[in-house]
């Protein structure tokens, strides 16, 4: 009897392709994570792999390469690509990483019985990998910062870039900024930095005039590696400071690690300066585990709704918690729009879109500050469907349902001026006024702090 492996977090997609699976007389194996779903594929040699593009620990993406770097451990295995959003880079990522198919979830009874009769091709033109990320090793803790940097019991949030996509400096966006995405965090003894867009350069000059000879220890998280997110870091001071210890973590990209993705940019014709010349004490670590620590901060991540490998942060600090969702659409009205078979009325992905939007409200449940991409107001969003990014009306609503505390609107559309900006902030409040509901709502700003306090 041939053996089907599946690797995916979600039960109810595992266990639906199971029972359909053995009516069609396969053997089924089952994984709920990359690393797991590795080992059993290595040991059992299945004839078919489907593999979640976003497995935990190991992405459809990383099994693929690796698995076809090594043909002789799996000869004919078929592998099959499960997408949740329907990217076509995401399709053809898969594709070159050496996947036989890939497929937009949920997969259908009928669905799953046409790829079982047609799956005879060849990969193509593929980029293997013999590696796998490093296994985590624990970097040696920063010490931390003294008390007048980040005084204690309070997490203090800071601003540095809010805009989406590409930096749009001007007259019309003086009050909410052009830079692209960077929020300094301070916490817990901690300098945490979420991702270096354009907002990088001025945090960079304000820390060196903070610290001055001071020498300086940062964490930076870098969510992906699209150019509004790593475009600041050749220009970020403390990265030229001999005396500075920066840890940059991050997840591997779609296409290529993160040191390649952060260090080509640097490259000549690009850059003058080299990744290798920055005079800094860098340690660039990619991430595998969903959770891990900065100091006594304890860090959750989530995949999110975009192309690529995108990823969700939330810090949980002492005086409260932060989650930056800087690049994420909503599943569910994503599916609705963009999915043909979801106007045609299909409960399996009605039921699948909420299963999907609950393990981010999950994600975000009770934060007490929610920085979250609202790109678009919900006129805009019909004509930008399976772009990557939210509306203000549905990330209002996935606060509202998490018991979020405030709400930070972000990832600002660069063709929104301020006035734009100030009247999509005015109709979410409304919103919330109209519900009845408390949630404070604002859109990031430049330069605006927020600090909350720990409870006595
Ligand atoms: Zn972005
Ligand atoms: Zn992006």
Request: hydrophobic share 40%; aromatic share 8%; glycine share 8%.
């Amino acid at each position: 009897m041939k053996s089907a492996l599946l690797i995916d977090e979600d039960r109810v997609t595992r266990h639906a392709l199971a029972q359909w699976l053995r009516e069609a007389g396969w053997n089924v194996l089952e994984a709920d994570e990359g690393a797991t779903g590795l080992a059993l594929a290595l040991e059992k040699k299945p004839a078919l792999i489907l593999c979640d593009l976003l497995a935990p620990l190991y992405t459809g993406f990383q099994l693929c390469r690796f698995l076809r770097a090594k043909p002789e451990k799996l000869p004919g295995t078929q592998i099959v690509v499960t997408a949740s959003g329907g990217y076509g880079v995401d399709r053809q990522t898969a594709f070159q990483a050496g996947a036989d198919e890939c497929m937009v979830k949920p997969i259908l009874q009928s669905d799953l019985l046409r790829l079982l009769k047609s799956l005879q091709g060849t990969p193509g033109d593929t980029q293997t990998t013999d590696r796998l990320a490093a296994p985590e090793r624990d970097d040696p803790d920063f010490p931390p910062l003294s008390r007048e940097a980040v005084p204690e019991g309070e997490t203090l949030v800071r601003f540095w870039g809010v805009r989406g996509s590409i930096a749009t400096p001007g007259a019309s966006t003086l009050l909410f900024g052009g830079n692209t995405a960077c929020v300094e965090v301070r916490a817990d003894g901690q300098l945490v930095v979420l991702d270096a867009g354009t907002g990088i350069r001025p945090l960079g000059l304000r820390l060196a005039g903070e610290f001055k000879g001071v020498p300086l220890c940062l964490t930076l998280l870098i969510s992906h590696t699209h150019w509004d997110h790593i475009q600041g870091l050749p220009f970020f001071a403390a990265a030229y400071n001999p005396k500075n210890r920066l840890r940059i973590l991050g997840y591997e990209g779609a296409r290529a690690g993160l040191l390649s993705a952060l260090s080509s940019q640097m490259e000549s014709p690009y850059f003058p300066v080299g990744w290798q010349q920055l005079p800094s004490h860098i340690v660039l670590r990619e991430l595998q585990q969903p959770q891990f620590q900065i100091g006594p901060i304890k860090v959750d991540t989530v995949y999110l709704n975009h192309p690529g490998i995108c990823v969700g942060y939330r810090l949980n600090t002492s005086a409260g918690s932060v989650a930056y969702l800087p690049d994420n659409e909503p599943f569910q009205r994503y599916k609705y729009n963009a999915d043909p078979k979801a106007q045609h009325g299909s409960t399996e992905i009605l039921a699948f879109a909420r299963r999907m939007d609950q393990k981010l409200i999950d994600f975000i449940h009770g934060a007490d500050i929610l920085i979250i991409d609202s790109q678009y107001d919900a006129e805009e969003y019909q004509t930008r469907v399976g772009w990557g990014h939210g509306c203000v009306d549905d990330v209002v609503a996935l606060a509202l349902r998490a018991n979020v505390k405030r709400l930070c609107l972000f990832h600002h559309d660069p063709t929104h001026d301020d006035l734009k900006l100030s009247s999509m902030v005015e109709w979410a409040r409304q919103f919330v006024a109209a519900l009845g509901e408390t949630l404070t709502v604002d859109a990031a700003c430049e330069g605006q702090e927020i600090v909350l306090r720990a409870a006595r």
